[in-house]
């Protein structure tokens, strides 16, 4: 299964952290959280959330009160935690009355990325690349390709979490690096 | 740059699991290696899910679904996503495909039935036709009703042609003897071979029976008119003998037919019609 080939960050312990952070331990919930809350981020802020941190925060909360009826590996875990970031982004494009949801260049985006200067010049320029080359892609394209990259989340998963056909979610990837290939070369 | 049909699977998959990749390429790939390593900068929770997390208590927020997200949902956020424009003609395409249903279903209340077929007709190329066949009917009921006093020979088949009778289908009787179409087979041109009214010529065509041989006689741009019983009779006076299509007008029920689709149609038609209805 595609699935168990993804990336896992806590592997083998994931049970046993899942377990302990159902039963209340903070630790496990710390493990969590920093296991899938920089991506989650990075994933909301390049799809243009307008508080990437606070909906981060928001994603987090639901998925901790509802680990009780969760079941499943890391990768499933890993799947969960984006579709829902998924839907509150979805949810709070809503809210924001067709705010447009493009990622922006705007360079005060880049504030606040905190380490030392040299690193946040080389997270700056990384990161206004990032922004423009997501820039090209659909809104559509756009969300598969950072489901797949970011949340590294396999076709089947990037379907269900976007209500897509796998099909439809293969061309769009497909196309959304054809895209990509062109802004680059 | 390599032409996109070269981006097979197999390469999709490795750009994006971060796999090795050709060399060609390898720009691509590093593109998304900048979007996956952007994507991974430490994020401090809120206030409120650090003293969760802390407390390990989650009591009082909604958790998170476990199942997708229903279609209804879906559609309210695809709703949500469109430009004003395109809701609206989302509505229209939606109300004006229902109102089509309800009127071909003929749920309508009256007015609006008729308002909503005549406007479908003219911007679809849908037609509502569930009233011709009525109109053809009483076209036939009125056309052969003025020969009827001229078909005095269908009494000799012992037709039910009594004119007196209500119930004798005004069609009968200017049905050819010689066709005697059962009313439920019209189709089947039962010639009976001692009928003298049916033409010579008559039964060798039994794919056309339903033309009456009444016809010819009468005048071919007034056979619906039920007024001409006036003059139909004059013609319908001509002696029973006669009466069917003289055999110098054989092709006149052709002709008939040729003058205009209602005349063949109400021939067709009205032997059909009555079948059921006697």
Redesign the interface.
């Known amino acids: 299964m595609g699935a168990d080939r993804r990336r896992t960050i806590i592997g083998e312990d994931f049970e046993v952290v899942l377990d302990a952070a159902r039963a209340g331990a903070p630790w496990a919930f710390e493990r969590l959280y920093a296991d899938l809350a920089p991506v989650v981020t990075g994933y909301l802020r390049l799809q243009g959330a307008a508080e990437p941190d606070d909906l981060t925060s928001e994603v987090f909360l639901g998925v901790f009160a509802g680990l009780s009826s969760f079941e499943g590996t890391e990768p499933q875990f890993r799947s969960w935690v984006f579709t829902i970031a998924h839907r509150r982004l979805i949810d709070e494009r809503r809210r924001a009355a067709r705010r447009p949801a493009e990622p922006t260049d705007d360079p005060s985006m880049l504030d606040g990325l905190g380490g030392d200067a040299e690193t946040e010049a080389l997270d700056a320029l990384g990161l206004r690349r990032v922004y423009e080359l997501c820039a090209t892609l659909s809104a559509e394209q756009r969300e598969v390709l950072l489901l797949r990259i970011v949340g590294d989340l396999t076709v089947e998963q990037v379907a269900r979490a976007v209500g897509r056909s796998v099909g439809a979610v293969k061309a769009l990837q497909r196309r959304g690096l054809a895209a990509l290939r062109k802004k680059i070369e | 740059?390599?032409p996109?049909h070269l981006?097979d699977?197999d390469a999709?998959e490795a750009?994006?699991a971060g796999r090795p990749v050709t060399p060609g390429l390898a720009?691509?790939a590093g593109?998304?290696g900048?979007?996956?390593?952007?994507?991974?900068?430490?994020?401090?929770?809120?206030d409120?899910?650090a003293r969760?997390?802390?407390?390990?208590?989650?009591s009082g927020?909604?958790?998170?679904?476990?199942t997708?997200?229903p279609s209804g949902h879906?559609l309210r956020?695809w709703l949500?996503?469109v430009s004003p424009r395109a809701r609206v003609v989302t509505g229209a395409v939606v109300v004006f495909t229902g109102l089509t249903a309800a009127t071909a279903a003929g749920a309508l209340p009256g007015g609006a039935q008729a308002r909503m077929e005549s406007f479908i007709e003219s911007v679809t190329p849908i037609s509502f036709q569930r009233d011709e066949p009525d109109v053809d009917r009483d076209d036939v009921r009125d056309a052969p009703s003025h020969v009827d006093g001229a078909t005095a020979e269908p009494d000799d088949s012992g037709r039910p042609d009594d004119p007196g009778s209500p119930v004798t289908p005004p069609g009968k009787p200017e049905t050819p003897p010689g066709k005697p179409e059962t009313p439920g087979n019209p189709d089947k041109p039962e010639t009976p071979p001692g009928k003298p009214e049916t033409p010579p010529g008559k039964p060798e065509t039994p794919g056309v029976p339903e033309t009456p041989p009444i016809r010819p006689e009468t005048p071919p741009g007034q056979p619906e008119e039920p007024g001409n019983s006036e003059d139909a009779p004059g013609q319908a006076e001509t002696p029973p003998g006669q009466r069917e299509t003289p055999p110098g007008r054989p092709e006149a029920p052709g002709q008939e037919s040729g003058n205009g689709a209602g005349n063949a149609g109400n021939g067709n038609s009205g032997d059909r019609p009555h079948g059921p209805d006697r």
Not at chain 2, 34 to 46: D, F
Not at chain 2, 61 to 66: D, F, G, K, R, S
């Open positions: 740059m390599l996109l981006l699977e999709v750009l994006l720009p691509l593109a998304i900048q979007i996956r390593a952007a994507a991974r900068q430490p994020v401090r929770p809120s409120e899910l969760r997390m802390a407390s390990g208590d989650f927020i909604e958790p998170a679904p476990l997708p997200v879906r956020s949500a996503g």
